[in-house]
């Protein structure tokens, strides 16, 4: 027994000599880089994974160390930044881009673009959402509009044959699509879900003329114009009683609800079409363009980047992976699982997503979408108008007031803060 | 006498062997929380810049003036205070009266001690999560609620309740840790004081209320401190409750969740900090009304 303590010392002391000196000596060892981002689906990491190993198998001198952050991916992000422990490359969403580009943590990526990256490539739009002064700070590594999600089945039995092709008819629609089969006075099937936050309800502000911000990025949504098109969505949850939220199903977010037939459409991304098909293989549904309202489409996109940290020990190797996820062969290769749309027109195209029923839809949507983002101040924004517009939907006070409100606790902090 | 005593090297010796043990302690209090408590107070009244350049600006009391302007910090004390209001009391009620139920001979009482005990012991975040599903709109409670035709509520989505909803489960989680605090102290009443109160003919209910009541005067005390320190404090069922936004429409925004989204949502350190500084000196306050209220002779 003794003779094997010692023995087991003698092994623990010799892997601790070693592996000092592979640390110390050895000057070819691999540089090692983190990736840091969230994931939503295991299918969409193991195409990663894969995408990753032949990247390593490309440059053989890097390995990447992969780091999945799921809950308050950003807090932990920006948390990391200041304790000067980030990771090298990281997703950002367009939505936290700007406070970050104005800090000055994220790396310039203009200088590492070769030309044969072909960056002409991208959607123009989303490159835009990630500059700022003329600057590149991260490369849109795909992106997703939203669209008009229907439950088919449900479709049918009301004897709607197709989609809703304006505001007025879905809400005509929704109507019809409210169903309250045991008769207790509480539908069993809303017309619609809704999803009472301001990334959702961006575009509904716009669809009259309302701005979301000024131009010294104070709130500005309270205009009788901006006030106009989310008047619709209060009408139909409160006068017509034909929409529900998540919680009032009981369900945790929109597309649950929509996958559990609580409400026969919703207005949902691309990541919502993986999600359906793995958790409700039965429900029968198809999406189409939102409808328009006051005459235009309109709807929201949502995008995300590859950014590098401004303090990276590797910025060589970095951009080495930030390139290759997003060339056209990277990208294409996981781009296939269908959460999001390739931020790359040729890969769009030779996916033929705009071929494709479900996806075709989301893929029109680019062109007049609006991208989720704007200042810095947008999260102090939107956690203002989430407050208040919940309280309008549930009747607490009449929209006006509660969107007056929004905007003016919204800028006294805007105000204050600087 | 008394000074050369004091300077009498054997004194001196001993203090600072005495000092050197603590030693340890003293750096690990020091750096761990001294230091923290002296830079927060430092950084309450400067603008922070943490994130790319760093950069502190004093600003003298800026931060605290803001508060006042500040409706979500009136609405999130609103909340808290309400909060405190109602979970304190309930949860020493019904911990004095667990214990008092408990210390009598029923059958299967230590069963009963550890099924009480359970919700103390587990992760407040699993509990809210079960909650969660008991709030559910087609959770258990609205099941049970309409079983007997009692109204139901999306306690999930509606302000009016919401708060509620965390204040049912937290006084069902922290009361039992009470409970057992009380349980001990209910072991120490000498026995021969009920005996003597028995003998002079006092009913049970003047036994409780003269001598049971007083000896626990000062585990009460320590109770409703602590009760009032823990639930100042509540932050995480109402992160949990509502993502970390605080609503619906506010209902659920707690001091400390508000700090929480100043410091790591807006990276405004400074003003999360002034605002802590706050909620330390409302705690203080109210742990000295209680004082008071308990008298300090009790305490001994």
Redesign the interface.
């Known amino acids: 027994m003794k003779k094997q303590v010692a023995r087991l010392t003698c092994l623990g002391l010799l892997l601790l000599v070693s592996s000092c000196r592979s640390n110390s000596s050895d000057t070819n060892a691999p540089i090692e880089i983190t990736l840091s981002g969230w994931q939503s689906n295991p299918n969409e990491s193991k195409l990663l994974t894969k995408v990753i190993n032949e990247f390593e198998i490309k440059n053989p001198n890097i390995k990447v160390k992969r780091e999945v952050i799921n809950s ?1 991916y950003m ?1 932990v992000i ?2 990391r ?2 304790g000067e422990v980030a990771p090298d490359v990281f997703y950002l969403e367009a939505f936290e881009a700007p ?2 580009m ?4 994220l790396e310039p990526l203009d200088g590492y673009i070769k030309p044969d990256y072909d960056i002409k490539d991208f959607e123009p739009s989303l490159i835009n959402a990630f500059k700022r002064d003329g600057k590149l700070y991260a490369i849109p590594k795909d992106f997703s509009t939203l669209a008009l999600f229907y439950n088919t089945t449900a479709f049918q039995n009301a004897n709607l044959k197709q989609p809703p092709e304006t505001w007025a008819e879905l809400t005509q629609f929704a109507k019809r699509l409210t169903v309250d089969t045991n008769r207790d006075g509480k539908p069993d099937r809303y017309g619609m879900g809704v999803a009472p936050e301001l990334p959702r309800q961006l575009f509904m502000i716009k669809a009259f003329g309302g701005t979301l911000v000024d131009q010294q990025n104070y709130a500005s949504f309270a205009s009788p114009n901006g006030v106009k098109g989310l008047q619709l969505v209060i009408d139909q949850y409160r006068r017509d009683r034909t929409v529900a ?1 998540p ?4 369900a945790n977010s929109n597309s649950e609800a929509f996958g559990q037939g609580k409400v026969a459409m919703a207005i949902e991304g691309a990541w919502a079409i993986p999600y359906l098909k793995d958790t409700f293989p039965d429900l029968k549904f198809a999406t189409a363009e939102v409808p328009t309202i006051n005459g235009k489409k309109g709807t929201m996109a949502f995008t995300v980047g590859y950014g590098m940290n401004r303090q990276s020990k590797h910025k060589d190797a970095a951009w080495k992976l930030i390139e290759f996820l997003t060339s056209k062969q990277g990208m294409k290769s996981w781009a296939t699982e269908g959460l999001a749309l390739p931020s790359r027109k040729s890969v769009a195209a030779a996916l033929r997503y705009d071929r494709n029923p479900l996806y075709a839809p989301l893929a029109a949507g680019a062109k007049y979408a609006t991208i989720w983002q704007s200042g810095e101040t947008l ?2 924004v939107m ?1 203002s108008f ?3 517009f ?2 309008a939907l ?1 009747g ?1 006070q009449p929209l006006k007031d509660a969107m007056q409100k929004a905007q003016d ?1 919204a800028n ?2 805007i105000y ?2 600087n | 006498m008394l000074k050369s005593k004091f300077f009498n090297r054997r004194n001196v010796r001993e203090a600072l062997s005495g000092y050197l043990f603590m030693t340890p302690t003293i750096v690990v209090l020091g750096v761990f929380l001294a230091l923290p408590v002296l830079y927060a107070i430092v950084l309450a009244f400067h603008k922070v810049n943490l994130l790319g350049d760093v950069s502190y600006r004093f600003t003298g009391l800026k931060n605290f003036v803001r508060m006042q302007d500040d409706e979500r910090v009136w609405i999130a004390l609103q909340n808290t205070v309400q909060y405190v209001a109602i979970v304190v009391p309930i949860q020493t009620l019904l911990a004095l009266g667990l214990a008092l139920t408990l210390n009598t001979k029923i059958r299967g009482r230590s069963w009963f001690r550890v099924a009480f005990f359970l919700p103390t012991v587990t992760s407040s975040a699993v509990l809210t999560l079960i909650f969660m599903w008991i709030y559910n709109s087609n959770g258990l409670l609205n099941s049970v609620l309409s079983f007997f035709s009692l109204p139901t509520y999306n306690w999930l989505g509606d302000p009016e309740v919401a708060l509620k909803g965390i204040m049912i489960m937290n006084v069902w989680a922290t009361a039992p840790l009470f409970m057992v605090i009380y349980l001990a102290a209910l072991q120490d009443i000498p026995e021969s004081l009920y005996e003597a109160a028995a003998i002079d003919g006092a009913t049970t209910w003047e036994k409780f209320w003269h001598i049971t009541l007083p000896f626990l005067r000062p585990v009460t005390f320590f109770v409703i401190v602590m009760g009032l320190i823990g639930t100042f404090q509540l932050f995480d069922q109402s992160y949990i409750f509502s993502n970390g936004s605080g609503g619906p429409n506010n209902a659920t925004l707690t001091i400390v969740l508000l700090i929480y989204q100043y410091a790591f949502k807006n990276l405004d350190m400074g003003y999360a900090l002034a605002l802590t500084l706050m909620l330390a000196f409302v705690i203080m306050t109210a742990t000295l009304v209680q004082r008071q209220f308990f008298g300090e002779e009790s305490l001994d």
């Open positions: 308050q807090d920006r948390t930044l200041i406070t970050l104005k800090s000055g943590v939220q919680s009032d199903v009981g999260p102090t956690t989430d407050n208040q919940v309280s549930l607490q606790t006294r902090e204050l803060s």
